[in-house]
């Protein structure tokens, strides 16, 4: 059964740093390509950033700022988020595609407020 669970979500102040982490089991993690989403209150769930096999992506609004990797012998994805702005408050979550099957982890709360 696959399962993601995200940590590393909190209170941080703009221009501060946050990193996430993305458990991962069920499946062999080395062989997928990952991604790290996010959703705003109000707003549709958005693709943050992507991690292949290899190469890595990012959404224009983080490009820079963001940075995606992930430690196949942990079967862990990391999202490191720094300068971080008031539009970066979210839900972040990471997600699979294993046999066509989309999955998702229950997300963690990122707040940027002074």
Do not use: H
Not at 60 to 81: A, C, N, Q
């Amino acid at each position: 059964q696959v399962r993601l669970v995200e940590s590393g979500g909190g209170l941080v102040q703009p221009g501060g740093s946050l990193k996430l982490s993305c458990v991962a089991s069920g499946y062999t993690f080395s062989w997928y390509d990952m991604r790290w989403y996010r959703q705003a209150p109000g707003k549709e769930r958005e693709l943050v950033a992507e991690i292949t096999l290899t190469k890595t992506s990012y959404a224009d609004s983080v490009k820079g700022r963001f940075t995606i990797s992930r430690d196949d012998s942990k079967s862990t994805m990391y999202l490191e988020m720094n300068n971080v702005k008031s539009e970066d408050t979210a839900v972040y979550y990471c997600q699979v595609t294993v046999a066509a099957q989309y999955y998702w982890g229950q997300g963690t709360q990122v707040t940027v407020s002074s």
